[in-house]
């Protein structure tokens, strides 16, 4: 008899193209992996309505959800209206006591909305305001790995990221984070496992890492 496959559904990064999960690679005879990708919200779209239309590309029961960044975000608000097997983030926040103080700042300012985001395409504009790391050797990347530079998304998910309000986690949700975090540094991260000398983008250039434990921790073996 053989062995029904697990369903791991990949949400991106904000603005972020499926492409970031290429070197994601999971036993075949076991898993079965779906990339998700964003749509452009609906005017003054709630983050739970948005999410609800994101179930809708779920096309299997009690699946896994893996979001990084604001993936991991947008993942926890999915598993409110759908059962998952396992509920992963990386690189991401699991409540809003886990935001950096400068996010907290542009809540409480509303500086969120003076973020210039009809220059996204200059990508050194987007990655100074929207993820706030240098940018000397990690351009390549996001030129090759930002795909959504709509405007109203990008304002509608800067907002949505800085002004999330979710209190508490599931219990059971499993977080996965690099020590060298700038965007989401680990001093305001519990409960993680922790990726020695992982960055914001772990899940490109750590992807051997993945590789070899996701499994693990989806079954649980």
Same mark, same amino acid.
């Given at each position: 008899m053989s062995q029904e496959l697990i369903h791991?559904?990949?949400?991106?990064? &904000?603005?972020?193209? #499926? =492409?970031?999960?290429?070197?994601?690679?999971?036993?075949e005879n076991q898993f079965k992996i779906h990339l998700l990708e964003w749509l452009i919200p609906i005017n003054n779209e709630s983050?739970?309505?948005?999410?609800?239309?994101?179930?809708?590309?779920?096309?299997?029961?009690?699946?896994?959800?893996?979001?990084?960044?604001?993936?991991?975000?947008?993942?926890q608000e999915m598993s409110k209206f759908i059962s998952v097997k396992k509920l992963i983030i990386v690189s991401s926040v699991?409540? &809003?006591?886990?935001? #950096? =103080?400068?996010?907290?700042?542009?809540k409480a300012t509303k500086?969120?909305?003076l973020v210039p985001t009809q220059l996204a395409s200059k990508i050194d504009v987007f990655e100074k305001y929207a993820f706030g790391e240098?940018?000397?050797?990690?351009?390549?990347?996001?030129?090759?790995?930002?795909s959504v530079n709509d405007n109203n998304y990008l304002s509608w998910a800067i907002k949505e990221m800085v002004c999330w309000n979710q209190e508490t986690c599931r219990p059971d949700i499993i977080h996965i984070h690099g020590d060298k975090d700038s965007v989401f540094p680990i001093k305001n991260i519990k409960n993680c496992i922790v990726i020695k000398n992982g960055t914001h983008i772990a899940i490109i250039?750590?992807?051997?890492?993945?590789?070899?434990?996701?499994?693990?921790l989806i079954t649980g073996s």
């Open positions: 791991v559904y990949l949400m991106p990064g &904000m603005a972020a193209s #499926p =492409k970031i999960f290429e070197y994601i690679k999971l036993p983050i739970t309505n948005y999410a609800r239309r994101l179930c809708t590309n779920i096309k299997h029961e009690n699946v896994v959800l893996l979001g990084v960044s604001f993936g991991g975000v947008m993942v699991k409540s &809003m006591h886990e935001l #950096p =103080k400068r996010m907290l700042i542009a500086a969120y909305a240098t940018i000397s050797k990690r351009i390549e990347l996001y030129k090759k790995y930002l250039n750590k992807y051997k890492w993945f590789n070899e434990n996701l499994p693990k």
